[in-house]
């Protein structure tokens, strides 16, 4: 088995052992110019928690022969939400935009390079599938575990909440491996042979660090959530429905305006969505998808979901390529 970081090792050995770890202190908020500090010196200057980081960097060294239960006493999970967040931002923002400019640079965009035409449809659908992916654990899947931390709970559980973004794990690993195997089997050779190369080499790296990273969620994250779930269901924790419609009661005195979850909801009636669909997408029940709509009527004086639509577009909640025709709207 791979020997261990620790806290007294020199964060500047660390980085030179395993260049992985420069992606894994950017996702820390830890920037480099550390000098000689030790892993521990470096994590609590950042305000980082040294026993998570050191949990995670030595699962990523060595994810093979990582032991889960032992490490998940050692996470504090706030701490490890926050990686898993910079870690989305980092791939969806930074990572998978940056590939794509060189594959623009590597392949022939004329119409008659249909392969290279594909190649880069191919490509496009595969970033767009992982920044939908990454946008669900961030709105849905995160916000599940905060509210969990907070010593609330929903009717549906961590495993209900997670089911589907387990399955686009599975799609992202199949998606990427089929890029790398069309541009390998079928790009004709050019002048940009070597471009395309470097490409590659990206599409491996990115292919590696995403795996892992789903890795980690699948197995570290999920059992620390696990183990929290049934402890705040134990001690009883508070339904989130109720809370979030106490809440909702206490926000009525505000005249005009709406809360981030009301805002929230006009989005969502403004996309065309059934009371029944808003509370699925958003893992409220239907009864506070309904206190919340008559609340927004009172306030906005608006009462139609297409007036809705129209508010919503004006106050750029929404793009016009969101709203849903008329014709197709829900009753």
Do not use: W
């Not at 290279?116 to 992982?130: M, P």
């Not at 495993?159 to 794990?169: I, K, S």
């Not at 139609?304 to 014709?327: F, H, K, M, R, T």
């Amino acid at each position: 088995m791979t020997e261990k970081y620790h806290e007294m090792d020199p964060m500047s050995d660390v980085i030179s052992d395993d260049y992985r770890m420069l992606q894994m202190i950017g996702r820390f908020g830890i920037t480099l110019g550390f000098g000689n500090q030790t892993v521990g010196a470096t994590c609590r200057a950042a305000g980082v928690d040294v026993t998570t980081f050191l949990t995670v960097v030595n699962y990523v060294k060595d994810a093979a022969h990582a032991h889960i239960g032992e490490m998940v006493d050692q996470i504090n999970l706030p701490c490890l939400i926050r990686y898993l967040k910079n870690s989305h931002t980092y791939f969806v923002d930074f990572r998978l935009p940056n590939i794509r400019r060189k594959l623009l640079e590597a392949i022939d965009c004329s119409s008659s390079n249909q392969i290279g035409l594909l190649i880069l449809r191919f490509y496009d659908e595969y970033a767009a599938e992982v920044a939908r992916h990454m946008e669900y654990e961030n709105s849905f899947v995160h916000p599940f575990v905060e509210n969990l931390l907070n010593g609330k709970v929903r009717v549906e559980t961590f495993d209900m909440v997670v089911r589907q973004h387990e399955d686009n794990h599975a799609s992202l690993e199949k998606s990427i491996a089929e890029l790398k195997s069309i541009i390998i089997k079928y790009y004709p050779s050019d002048n940009a042979a070597q471009l395309m190369g470097e490409v590659l080499m990206d599409i491996y790296m990115t292919e590696e660090d995403l795996l892992t990273h789903c890795h980690m969620e699948d197995t570290l994250f999920a059992e620390c959530v696990r183990r929290l779930e049934c402890k705040v269901r134990r001690a009883g924790g508070s339904d989130i429905n109720s809370v979030e419609e106490e809440e909702e009661e206490k926000d009525t005195t505000l005249a005009n305006d709406l809360s981030e979850r009301e805002k929230d909801i006009v989005v969502q009636v403004a996309k065309g969505l059934s009371n029944k669909e808003i509370a699925d997408a958003l893992f409220i029940s239907v009864n506070t998808v309904m206190t919340h709509r008559r609340n927004i009527s009172r306030k906005l004086q608006i009462h139609s979901p297409a007036a809705l639509a129209i508010y919503a577009l004006v106050n750029g909640l929404v793009n016009l390529d969101e709203i849903v025709p008329l014709s197709n709207s829900p009753r």
